[in-house]
Structures are given as structure tokens and as C-alpha cells.
């Protein structure tokens, strides 16, 4: 793939930087607004998240399924608001979102933990789903200096089935790391990822490739454009390849983990729940 976006490419356009800059703005506004308008079962999560951070404490299971489910909820409003995902079969959207949200998620934990984050506030920034804009006034004037949460607080030692697990998992995170990603890389490699057809079965997978293109030429020219054209041409396979891993750390995620295989959150089961509900399964607000 790297080689024949090499020969085409042409610079990297007004058009190509209006799309990336939409994309963006798309994540950006379909974020949840901590602070504003969610519940107190909501809030209590955050604090969860603030407390495990400045007593660098292990994190609480209930408060990580809860930031799953509303990462998958916060990353199906974006998908569904993108123009082009919106002229595909309505099946193949399902379908492509059931079998795809799993590793978009994982593009946002890997960014979550690899961001060059110094605070808590800037780690939330870099997970992109919640708009923390506002969080400092709600919950106290102390949480800029809050360090960031670190791998181990959510993945306490035995968390997989096997050790195996554990450093696949963690080999295919440090990948992701390893690819150095800023917001609108993420954003753009979010889309390819949800346009992955591997392992599905869809009524028009060649419209869904197609497009699937568009967005790896728009990354291509990105990086070309940001990076450089040399380090672009050695590390694009690393994106391509990230799809496949991606979809290997679902797996170990939902199917090879001691307590996390029957407790883990099914998408199907909440794919349009709002997020009153979400909260609702998770905690208890009084």
C-alpha cells in the first residue's frame, strides 16, 4: 500500500487539510461534557478516575467498564455522523460497528496511555471522549496537578488468563505507542479502523474498501505533511498492520481475561442505550 501512495502523492491539499480539521472538530463535538449536564453517577466516576490518579492507586473495575461504555457509546455518535459511513448499506453500518468499535477503542487507550500527557486532565484530552473543559470548576482547583494514570492501574497482574496474554497485549500497546500518534492521526486511523472488512460479512464490501482508501490516502498525506516523507514511507505498514492488532487485543480483552469475560460490556446490549441509561447500569446515583 505505501509504495503506490508514494507514486501518487501530490502534496498534501486545502481539501485534504479542511477534511482532517472536520474530522476533528466531529470527534471533538460529539465528546460528552463533564461538569454540564451528567448525572451524579457520572461524576462519581470521574472522581474514581481523580482519586486512582493522586493516590496512584489501582483503578476500581466498575469506574473501567463504565469509561468503556461510554468510549464505545461516544465513538458510535462519531461514526454516525461521518458523511461518508452515512452512505453505506444500513446493515453494513451495524455490522461494521459491532464488529469495529472493540478496536477503534483500543486506538483511543493506546493514545490514552502513549499521549505525552504531564496531568490527568491532558491523558482525559488525549482519550478524546469526554470534554474535560469545564471538569476543574466541578470537581476542585487541584486537579491540574493530578499526574496521569499509568498502565498498571488498569491492568493489575493476573489480568489475562495466561502471562502469554499479558505481553501480547502489552507488545501490541507499546505498537501503538510506537507510532507516536497526535489527535488528528488518531482521529484518521479511528476511521480506517471502522472501515476495517476483515472478518466480516457485509452486502457491499467493495464501497466500504473504497472509502476505507480515501481515508488511508488522506492519513498518508497527513503524515507526509506533518512528519516527514521518509519516516512516513518507513512506518505507514506499522498503520496497516495496526488494523490486524487491533482486533488481536479485542480479543484478549473480552475472551482471555480472568474477570473481565463474563463482567465486560456486550456492545450489542447497549449500542443505543442514552447516556442516562449507561450510567444507570453502571452506578447507583444515590
Known sequence: MAPRLSEA?????????????KLVDLDRNHSFHI???????????????????YSQTPLDFTAICWAYTKSIRKLTR??????????????DRKTL?????????????????????TTLLDQLECLAVFDVSNLQSYIGGWIPQVKPLVWNQFFVTPWANSVQHERKFEGLMSDIK???????????????????????????????????????GLLY?????TRNRIWTEEKFPDFL??????????DIMKNKTIKWSMAWPQI??????????????????H
Open 9 to 21: 502523492f501530490s502534496g498534501f491539499s486545502e481539501e485534504d487539510e479542511a477534511m482532517v480539521r
Open 35 to 53: 461538569g454540564e449536564s451528567l448525572c451524579d453517577a457520572s461524576l462519581t466516576a470521574i472522581r474514581a478516575y481523580i482519586d486512582s490518579a
Open 78 to 91: 462519531f461514526a454516525q455522523n461521518i458523511d461518508d459511513f452515512n452512505t453505506l448499506d444500513v446493515n
Open 97 to 117: 460497528l459491532l464488529e469495529n468499535l472493540d478496536p477503534m477503542f483500543n486506538i483511543r487507550v493506546g493514545h490514552f496511555f502513549s499521549c505525552d500527557a
Open 178 to 216: 510506537s507510532l507516536s500518534l497526535d489527535k488528528p492521526t488518531a482521529t484518521i486511523l479511528t476511521v480506517v479502523s471502522l472501515l476495517d472488512t476483515d472478518g466480516t460479512t457485509l452486502k457491499f464490501p467493495f464501497q466500504v474498501t473504497d472509502i476505507q482508501k480515501k481515508y488511508i
Open 221 to 225: 498525506r497527513y503524515l507526509c505533511h
Open 241 to 250: 498492520n495496526m488494523l490486524s492488532n487491533l482486533k488481536e487485543m479485542s
Open 268 to 285: 450489542q446490549n447497549f449500542i443505543d442505550l442514552n447516556e442516562e441509561e449507561i450510567d444507570k447500569n453502571f452506578f447507583d446515583p
